[in-house]
């Protein structure tokens, strides 16, 4: 079973700076994928960045990025610029590949989220 | 915005009734995923229905149970509710179950108190 610990249950940073967001994962799958999800106070949960482990290139998108260990199963997300609408808990959440052809009776698609980190951005 | 939508946003019931969640998915997903999360964690996995055939289940009870229609939309039903089924459920839909596009895409939720 695949585990995601989130050690951080509170950040906070001053808005235009930078901040880490620290997740590690534990696993004994070689395919899989890792995820950052943000929370909001109005609760729907939005995809932020998606990181596929046989990529070693970090993923970005725009003011976020992450930083991918994959030997210390470390995924660590970076906001730079910080926003007063990045106000938010942050969720890792790893999920296994799996061929579609494939499907009868496996758990296909499972994400298993962390404990999160609540990020306050102050003005 | 998603494109999923769920329904009804708050729900109060009282122990040992059933409730009965709904979601909508995203136009041209296939794959219906449901979470409950607690108040301060993370979601926790129900089960996935994939093609009207659920495709996977989480640590929950039979007293969860599920639906998907051919419309792709879903259904989360809870038998004999507890006093600790009172959480967020979440809703997610995906272009497939597995694969490289299986990026799930998360509704508002349906608040769940149980008194």
């Known amino acids: 079973a695949q585990t995601v610990t989130q050690s951080q249950p509170e950040m906070s940073v001053q808005e235009a700076e930078t901040v880490t967001l620290s997740c590690t994962y534990d696993t004994s799958e070689s395919n899989y994928y890792l995820f950052w999800y943000k929370q909001p106070p109005s609760r729907q949960m939005i995809l932020v960045i998606r990181?596929?482990?046989?990529?070693?290139q970090n993923a970005t998108e725009n003011r976020f990025s992450v930083n991918f260990q994959k030997a210390a199963k470390s995924f660590s997300l970076k906001i730079s610029d910080s926003q007063l609408g990045d106000t938010a808990m942050y969720f890792c959440?790893?999920?296994?590949?799996?061929?579609?052809?494939?499907?009868?009776?496996?758990?296909?698609?499972?994400?298993?989220f962390g404990q999160g980190t609540i990020l306050t951005v102050h003005p | 915005e998603t494109g999923v939508t769920q329904s009804p946003t708050h729900l109060i019931k009282t122990r040992g009734q059933q409730v009965t969640l709904r979601c909508s998915s995203q136009?041209?997903?296939?794959?219906v995923s449901w979470y409950q999360q607690a108040l301060g964690q993370g979601p926790q996995f129900i089960f996935q229905y994939y093609r009207e055939e659920e495709n996977g289940r989480g640590n929950f009870p039979p007293r969860f149970s599920g639906l998907q229609f051919p419309n792709y939309s879903s259904e989360l039903n809870v038998n004999a509710l507890e006093l600790d089924d009172s959480a967020l459920y979440l809703c997610?839909?995906?272009?497939?179950?597995?694969?490289?596009?299986?990026?799930?895409?998360f509704g508002p939720g349906t608040r769940l108190l149980v008194l």
């Open positions: 997610a839909s995906s272009l497939v179950p597995g694969g490289p596009r299986k990026t799930q895409y």
């Open positions: 959440a790893f999920m296994k590949h799996a061929r579609l052809a494939n499907a009868g009776g496996t758990s296909y698609g499972k994400l298993t």
């Open positions: 136009s041209g997903h296939n794959t």
């Open positions: 990181q596929e482990a046989y990529k070693q």
